[in-house]
C-alpha cells in the first residue's frame, strides 16, 4: 500500500529570509497506516498516558507603546484554557496567536522532548534487563539530568559523561546529573569521539554492553541480545550487569515512537483535529524531534508541516540525521519508505555559534515569561518562539494555525547565568 503526503496549498512553506524548503513526502509500505501504528505504538510506555496541556499565545502589536521592547512593539498574552476540537476550525486568524504544546509541564525535571524520547526508550531497555545506562551531553545537558532522573525513579543506573570541566558551583542540569547520576566529567579532546567514548565507558562498568539499536532489532525481531552473561545452576547469572549506550540527545530510532505517541494524541478529534490544517514549529536539537513528529503525521494522513529551526548543525547535516533516523526505523519495523524531505529545515532567525546567547535574548525570555508565564530559554526554545510568533502575524483568516511545540529544557537558564552574568 503507498501513502503520499500532499501539502495543502494553503500552507505555504516559511518565507524566503528563513531559507526554507518545501518538503515533499512519499511513504512506500506493505503494511496500512493502521498497521505501522500498531507497530508503533503497541509497547510499554514510560509515560502513564500521552496527555498534554495546549494553551494559545496572543500576538498584539502596540501601537501606543512608547518603549519598544525585545520584540519591538509586540506583546503577547496566554490563554490556558483555549477552545480546541471544532473551535479551532472555527477559529479565524483576526486576532494573530498560536498555540503552545506545554510539555515543558510533563514532569517537574524530565520534560519536553527529553520525556517524549524517553517514554519508548527505558522500557526498551527494562524488557531487555538493561541494569545501566551510559549517555553523554554538554555540562547543562537536559537530556543526561533527564536520564539520570528517570533511571533512578526506575531502579537503574545512569552513567553520564559531560563535556568540558566540572563547574566551580552546580546548578541546573548539571547539579540534578550529579544528584541523579553518577556524572564523570570528560575533556573536550577525547569528547570531540563520542562513539569512542562511550563505548570505552561502557566497558568499564563492567558486565554485558549493547546499543539501541541492538535492543530495537531484537524486540521487532523476537530474538535475544546476544551478552556475555554466564548462568549459574541455580539460575542466576556469575554478572547480572547489562549497560545500554544511548546516544547524545537520545539520537535514536527508538525515541522516534513517543513523538509519534503525541502526534495521535494531539490529532484527536477534541484537540486539533485529523482535518484542520497546521504548521508545526520545534527547535531542532539532534533534530530527532521534528523526524518523530513529520513521521507521525505522515503516516496518519495529517496535513500538518513540521518545520525545525536549526540550531546545533548545518542543513546537511540535519538531513543526513532524517535519513538515517527514518532508515533505522524502517529497517527494525521491516517498513520500507522512500524520502525526499519529510522535515522542513529552517535557519534561526539570528543565527550564531551553538551555545551563544545574543544580547537582548535574556530580556527577550524575561518578556515571555512576565507577560505568559512560560519560560523559554534562549538556545532553544526562544527560536521556536519567535517563528511561532512572526507565522501567527502571517498567516491569513482561514489558513492553517500555528503550534510550537514547548520542547522543555528551561532549567539551562541557571547555566546561562552562570556563564553570562553581564546578561542578568
Not at 37 to 64: F, G
Amino acid at each position: 500500500m503507498k501513502f503520499i503526503l500532499q501539502r495543502n496549498p494553503q500552507i505555504s512553506s516559511v518565507r524566503h529570509e528563513f531559507h526554507s524548503i518545501t518538503p515533499q513526502v512519499t511513504c512506500s509500505s506493505n503494511s496500512s497506516s493502521e498497521e505501522f501504528m500498531r507497530k508503533m505504538l503497541n509497547r510499554r510506555w514510560t509515560l502513564m498516558n500521552p496527555d498534554t496541556k495546549v494553551h494559545q499565545i496572543k500576538v498584539s502589536s502596540m501601537q501606543t507603546q512608547q518603549h519598544f521592547g525585545p520584540f519591538g512593539k509586540v506583546t503577547f498574552s496566554n490563554n490556558s484554557n483555549p477552545l480546541l476540537g471544532e473551535n479551532v476550525r472555527k477559529w479565524h486568524n483576526d486576532e494573530s496567536s498560536f498555540y503552545i504544546v506545554r510539555d515543558d509541564l510533563l514532569h517537574p525535571l524530565v520534560n519536553g522532548n527529553k520525556a517524549r524520547k524517553l517514554d519508548a526508550l527505558l522500557p526498551l531497555v527494562e524488557d531487555h534487563s538493561g541494569t545501566d545506562m551510559v549517555t553523554c551531553g554538554g555540562c547543562q545537558s537536559a537530556h543526561a539530568a533527564a536520564v539520570a532522573v528517570s533511571c533512578a525513579e526506575r531502579g537503574l543506573k545512569a552513567h553520564l559523561l559531560l563535556r568540558g570541566e566540572q563547574p566551580q558551583i552546580l546548578t541546573g542540569y548539571n547539579l540534578i546529573s550529579v544528584l541523579y547520576g553518577n556524572v564523570t566529567y570528560v575533556p573536550r579532546s577525547i569528547y570531540a569521539n563520542r562513539e569512542e567514548m562511550l563505548s570505552s565507558h561502557a566497558n568499564s562498568i563492567g558486565g554485558c554492553v549493547v546499543r539501541l539499536n541492538d535492543l530495537l532489532n531484537a524486540s521487532t525481531n523476537h530474538n535475544s541480545v546476544k551478552s556475555n552473561f554466564l548462568d549459574t545452576d541455580d539460575g542466576q547469572s556469575l554478572n547480572s550487569r547489562k549497560t545500554v549506550i544511548v546516544n547524545e540527545g537520545a539520537g535514536d530510532a527508538i525515541a522516534l515512537p513517543g513523538l509519534i505517541r503525541l502526534v495521535q494524541y494531539l490529532s484527536q478529534d477534541h484537540i486539533f483535529g485529523k482535518d484542520q490544517p497546521l504548521k508545526i514549529i520545534v527547535d531542532a536539537g539532534t533534530g530527532t524531534t521534528a523526524v518523530g513528529l513529520g513521521i507521525g503525521a505522515l503516516c496518519l494522513g495529517l496535513p500538518w508541516e513540521v518545520t525545525a529551526v536549526m540550531l546545533a548543525d548545518t542543513i546537511e547535516g540535519y538531513k543526513k540525521k532524517e535519513e538515517s533516523l527514518i532508515s533505522e526505523l524502517c529497517l527494525s519495523f521491516n517498513l520500507p519508505m522512500m524520502h525526499n524531505g519529510l522535515v522542513n529545515w529552517v535557519e534561526r532567525q539570528h543565527p550564531r555559534k551553538f551555545g551563544n546567547v545574543l544580547k537582548g535574548e535574556i530580556e527577550a525570555c524575561q518578556q515571555i515569561a512576565q507577560e505568559t508565564g512560560v519560560l523559554v530559554d534562549p538556545i532553544y526554545t526562544l527560536a521556536g518562539w519567535e517563528l511561532a510568533s512572526q507565522l501567527s502575524q502571517q498567516e491569513r483568516k482561514g489558513g492553517a494555525k500555528v503550534v510550537m511545540i514547548h520542547t522543555g529544557g528551561t532549567l539551562g537558564m541557571f547555566g546561562l547565568a552562570q556563564r553570562y552574568k553581564s546578561y542578568f
